[in-house]
């Protein structure tokens, strides 16, 4: 079955930890993002990649950080140095050959201990 | 980028058509309109998108006007499972950049 998994659903951080955020896809995509959603907003985009070893920031990349060493995973760290980390956290990728629009995970929900 | 504004919030029962508005004065000629639905706690869902016109699935309707400065997504028959957040988004799909700009959405409660 194809999809986008993000794992784990809640996590749990002490305040000067960082923290690492799994978003595995299947669908063979070759670009990824990361978004972060705050309660009764839209969604504000932190980095993407267009293709393996490449990625570039979004809107907020401040105290986050990410690495794409394969196709099919695209890990957002978020870091100490991010003040305010408690939001809710969703993976996207999308098929760059086509005009098919972005597909979404389940999302993560951060939350500062 | 184009911006876009769409009312916060819609009320509607079981049964009836839903149709929601979207602006978009400052589209550009390569943008496409993309709704999604969102349930908390969940990613957003893909509804519909369209260039020009009317497109129809099997969820739903998108009707854009020729100046394509607004678009109405229509929701025929809707049921209590459809109260969600809908987001309307305008942007180039072509490309891997693809960036989306979300708005906080429209909020729909269907009752029974």
């Known amino acids: 079955d194809g999809g986008i998994t993000q794992s784990p659903k809640y996590l749990f951080r002490k305040e000067g930890q960082n923290v690492t955020l799994s978003c595995e896809q299947n669908l063979n995509h070759d670009a990824m993002y990361w978004y972060r959603q705050d309660p009764g907003q839209g969604l504000r985009l932190i980095y993407y990649s267009q293709i393996v070893n490449d990625f570039q920031k979004g809107d907020i990349a401040e105290g986050y950080s990410v690495s794409r060493e394969k196709k099919e995973s695209f890990p957002l760290t978020v870091t100490s140095a991010q003040k305010n980390p408690t939001a809710f956290y969703l993976c996207?990728?999308?098929?760059?050959?086509?005009?098919?629009?972005?597909?979404f995970g389940d999302g993560t929900r951060l939350s500062i201990l | 980028l184009a911006k876009t504004t769409q009312p916060i919030s819609m009320d509607s029962y079981e049964g009836q058509e839903v149709n929601i508005t979207c602006s978009h004065n400052n589209i550009a000629t390569n943008d496409y309109i993309t709704w999604y639905q969102q349930f908390p706690s969940q990613g957003p869902r893909f509804i519909i998108q369209g260039y020009k016109t009317k497109v129809t699935n099997e969820v739903a309707s998108l009707f854009i006007p020729a100046d394509r400065k607004s678009s109405t997504l229509s929701l025929p028959r809707v049921s209590l499972s459809d109260t969600a957040v809908y987001y309307c988004?305008?942007?180039?799909?072509?490309?891997?950049?693809?960036?989306?700009?979300f708005g906080t959405g429209t909020l729909l409660a269907v009752q029974p």
């Open positions: 996207a990728s999308r098929d760059v050959m086509s005009n098919q629009p972005q597909h």
């Open positions: 988004l305008v942007g180039d799909p072509g490309g891997a950049t693809n960036k989306l700009i």
